[in-house]
């Protein structure tokens, strides 16, 4: 009977000791969720925003955010083509300073700028309001026009400069970015509706070439950091990307706008890359196309996404 007794009680605590431990075991994996998990959830969580803030566009929304130092991304309608605009004027600028570093051009060289150069009344260029008879102007100056004020003129005058858009395509394929295309003068957008949508951006080619601008990749760091000074000093449309984030943030980025046909605009755009508190780098794209929304609620899209990825990113590598 001892033998007996001593056995069932033995068998009891083992199985109370296995118990136990499953228990344990259950709530130490309820205890310790899984940081992958959690980031995926967080990230659909936040492209459900996103694509709810983009509805009031009524139109085609792309986005694509990028922390550049992680590759932590979110996205949407990353791989379609929108019309660029004036945002084309950034590869442009680009390839003009490659020049510059190849010894070709001088940034303190003087360009003549004819009136035939002029982009066409309604379009957006200072250099043609101040000089209505044509002028001289320094690479610099040109450069700084159109990336900063974003003129039409002081762009086509960089095309030129640049050795038209075979070489600024041939430029972007140095430097390994894809999915932007260049093809045409601005000043022959007045003249064909559909054109602009042949200068096109994904929103997943904007963000390599904003990291292709964070990497210093193909210009020198004298150029670089030129170009970067010219994004940040960017003027045009406050209300989009800058338009919710913190005052005193860093934005480097360049506007890109269309006019309105039937009531509905083409093109309303910004691609920049912002400083977040701790340092690092999040470059971000958000074409707005198609749209018959008003220009508010455009922009307001855009600021809004924004403010979205700031909150996530900044508050999430704030400690």
């Not at 550049?68 to 990353?78: I, K, R």
Request: glycine share 8%; hydrophobic share 40%.
């Amino acid at each position: 009977m001892k033998i007996i007794f001593m056995t069932i009680l033995l068998f009891g605590l083992t199985a109370a000791g296995c118990s136990e431990q499953v228990t344990n075991n259950s709530n130490a994996n309820r205890a310790t969720p899984n940081p992958e998990k959690t980031a995926a959830r967080q990230t659909v969580e936040l492209e459900k925003q996103i694509a709810e803030i983009a509805s009031a566009a009524k139109g085609r929304v792309g986005v694509k955010a990028e922390i550049l130092e992680t590759g932590e991304a979110v996205s949407l309608l990353e791989n379609e083509r929108f019309p660029m605009q004036s945002v084309y004027k950034l590869p442009i600028g680009m390839a003009v300073l490659k020049r510059v570093d190849e010894g070709k051009l001088k940034l303190d060289e003087k360009i003549r700028v004819e009136k035939s150069d002029f982009v066409e009344r309604g379009m957006l260029s200072p250099l043609r309001d101040n000089n209505p008879d044509g002028t001289e102007v320094t690479v610099a100056e040109l450069l700084r026009l159109a990336v900063s004020v974003s003129d039409g003129t002081a762009s086509d005058v960089l095309l030129k400069l640049a050795g038209g858009a075979a070489a600024v395509q041939s430029f972007l394929g140095e430097i390994k970015v894809g999915d932007v295309t260049v093809l045409n003068p601005e000043k022959d957008f007045s003249k064909d509706w559909q054109m602009q949508y042949r200068n096109w951006a994904t929103p997943a080619g904007a963000v390599e070439l904003l990291r292709a601008v964070q990497e210093k990749r193909g210009l020198s760091a004298e150029s670089n950091a030129l170009l970067v000074k010219f994004l940040t000093e960017t003027k045009t449309k406050p209300n989009r990307l800058k338009g919710l984030l913190p005052a005193g943030t860093i934005v480097a980025h360049k506007t890109g706008s269309s006019g309105s046909r039937n009531g509905t605009t083409a093109a309303t755009n910004d691609i920049g890359i912002m400083t977040l508190p701790n340092g690092k780098h999040l470059a971000i794209a958000v074409f707005v196309s198609d749209s018959p929304a008003d220009e508010k609620t455009r922009e307001e899209v855009i600021a809004k996404i924004a403010r979205a990825v700031w909150d996530k990113w900044s508050k999430e590598y704030e400690n």
